[in-house]
């Protein structure tokens, strides 16, 4: 991949995951704490945390596996519905914002990773094609 991200099948990739995920979280936290000044302690930590942590470690295996493709589609979709989901709750929570940033986030994040499966097929395809 480049020199910042480890190598293909190194288990760095899983522990760049996991860290990603908290780092995901405390940003969550903090943003939640921050900028909507609530008190971040009637958030559900556990149930946040175990998504980031499943969503950023699937992003992490595509890593592994060296589909780069897969690796950088994904993880825009999971940025961009992160920041999207962020802007939500920024407004003043009236009906169902918070609820609906949440569902944006997921359907983000799952067309990022959609994306990135789409983009490794056709090129997978494409270098057989190729090779023939």
Not at 1 to 19: D, E, K, Q, T
Not at 101 to 109: Q, R, V, Y
Request: aromatic share 16%.
């Amino acid at each position: 991949m480049h020199r910042c991200l480890p190598r293909a099948r190194s288990p760095y990739w899983f522990a760049a995951g996991a860290g990603f995920s908290v780092l995901t979280a405390i940003l969550y936290v903090i943003f939640f704490s921050v900028i909507i000044g609530q008190d971040p302690s009637s958030l559900n930590i556990g149930g946040i945390l175990l998504v980031f942590f499943i969503v950023s470690e699937l992003i992490a295996l595509g890593g592994y596996f060296n589909l780069r493709l897969f690796f950088y589609l994904s993880l825009s979709g999971f940025v961009v519905g992160l920041g999207l989901f962020l802007s939500m709750l920024r407004k003043p929570l009236g009906g169902f914002e918070d609820l609906a940033g949440a569902i944006s986030f997921m359907m983000l994040t799952a067309a990022g990773l959609v994306a990135g499966i789409i983009a490794e097929l056709a090129k997978f395809g494409w270098q057989r094609y190729k090779n023939r």
